[in-house]
């Protein structure tokens, strides 16, 4: 079972236009991320967001962890943002110090000139 | 340069054999990773290790064995390497036990292509 949603699978947009992601969870979840992965290339950390609204850059996220959903919109699009950005959740590791994220498999997004 | 290494690149074999893929981390963390991307993209977790010691073990196939000298190496070793084996291995590690706020920081993976 996919315990991480992602929707759409793939976005391609034109330059300038936004994007928004979404993230949803099968189980309950406090701890929020989202990554980006461009092809061939380091899976980087975006932004942490439990909860609420953050935003960094041109990168908004917003979560409402009761509704076990998470968003994240990108404005002015550009060229570069091209690539998969990833949703994770950590889940806590019963009984042990250590979590663990679970990621969703992603949507490929695809900026046009 | 303060980062997460991954060697090999990139590593092709044949069925049954056995391989080994180091990670370093120069940051100073105390939490390493060990992560599975497979063919559709999907990202699992596999092993993670606090200070040498192991704190979580996904249920993996027994022929993965991670192996930790100290805090900033987390290897991870296949006994004879199965066709599903192929994907990209990442390694990640952080500065913490994984608790809130716990950014994790990726390798460049290793590709494993078992003919």
């Known amino acids: 079972e996919q315990q991480v949603q992602q929707s759409p699978a793939s976005l391609v947009l034109q330059e300038a236009e936004n994007a928004e992601l979404q993230c949803s969870f099968s189980i309950f979840t406090n701890q929020v991320q989202w990554f980006y992965q461009r092809p061939g290339g380091r899976l980087v950390s975006l932004l942490y967001n439990p909860s609420g609204t953050k935003q960094s850059g041109r990168l908004t996220s917003t979560t409402v962890i009761k509704e076990r959903r998470s968003s994240l919109h990108i404005s002015s699009s550009q060229i570069t943002d091209s690539g998969t950005y990833l949703c994770?959740?950590?889940?806590?590791?019963?009984?042990?110090?250590?979590?663990?994220?679970?990621f969703g498999i992603g949507t490929l997004l695809s900026v046009k000139p | 340069e303060t980062a997460v290494f991954q060697t090999p690149n990139y590593h092709v074999t044949q069925v049954g054999n056995e391989v080994s893929f180091n990670c370093k981390q120069t940051?100073?963390?105390?939490?390493m990773y060990w992560y599975k991307q497979d063919s559709k993209k999907l990202l699992k977790i596999m092993f993670s290790?606090?200070?040498?010691?192991?704190?979580v073990n996904e249920t993996v196939p027994r022929r993965f064995s991670p192996q930790s000298s100290d805090k900033a190496h987390l290897n991870l070793r296949i006994k004879s390497v199965e066709p599903e084996d192929s994907a990209v291995y990442l390694c990640a590690s952080s500065p913490r036990t994984g608790g809130p706020q716990d950014t994790q920081y990726f390798g460049p993976g290793t590709r494993l292509l078992v003919l």
């Open positions: 994770a959740m950590e889940r806590s590791n019963y009984g042990s110090s250590g979590n663990k994220l679970i």
């Open positions: 290790y606090n200070n040498k010691q192991l704190i």
């Open positions: 940051l100073g963390h105390d939490t």
